[in-house]
Nanobody, 134 residues
Framework: RVQVAESGGGSVQAGGSLRLSCIVS????????MAWFRQPTGKQREGVVV???????TYAESVKGRFTVSQDNAKNILYLNMNNLEPDDTAMYFC????????????????????????????WGQGTQVTVSS
């Protein structure tokens, strides 16, 4: 079963940048849907970006133009590159993945819904804290 682990969080001033890393084990970083979520203290978890199987990302409006994802397939690492950080970006950031071991296939066709922010990701990391000060 695929597992993920995040790192790279820290404290930064508004306007600064951070890069979070998600190390994928038990599978390839490109072998399933991937995502980054975040949860500010006292608030609900929200999607940051979801990534389709073709590596095409869909970003939340709140981070569009400031955050990007990249990956190192050889090292099985998914990165969240965060630029021009704002205090509202302060949150616990989680990497998420879709465990495909129980998914159905018809030939080469993977029977699963399209990726979305409401997709039931079932593999989660421990989280890494990002704090942005003004």
């Amino acid at each position: 079963r695929v597992q993920v682990a995040e790192s790279g969080g820290g404290s930064v001033q508004a306007g600064g940048s951070l890069r979070l890393s998600c190390i994928v084990s038990g599978g390839s970083v490109s072998g399933q849907y991937m995502a980054w979520f975040r949860q500010p203290t006292g608030k609900q978890r929200e999607g940051v970006v979801v990534i389709d199987i073709d590596a095409s990302p869909t970003y939340a409006e709140s981070v569009k133009g400031r955050f990007t994802v990249s990956q190192d397939n050889a090292k099985n690492i998914l990165y969240l590159n965060m630029n021009n950080l704002e205090p509202d970006d302060t949150a616990m950031y989680f990497c998420a993945a879709d465990d495909t071991t129980d998914h159905d296939y018809v030939g080469d066709t993977h029977l699963r819904p399209p990726v979305s922010f409401s997709y039931p990701f079932d593999v989660w990391g421990q989280g890494t804290q990002v704090t942005v000060s003004s």
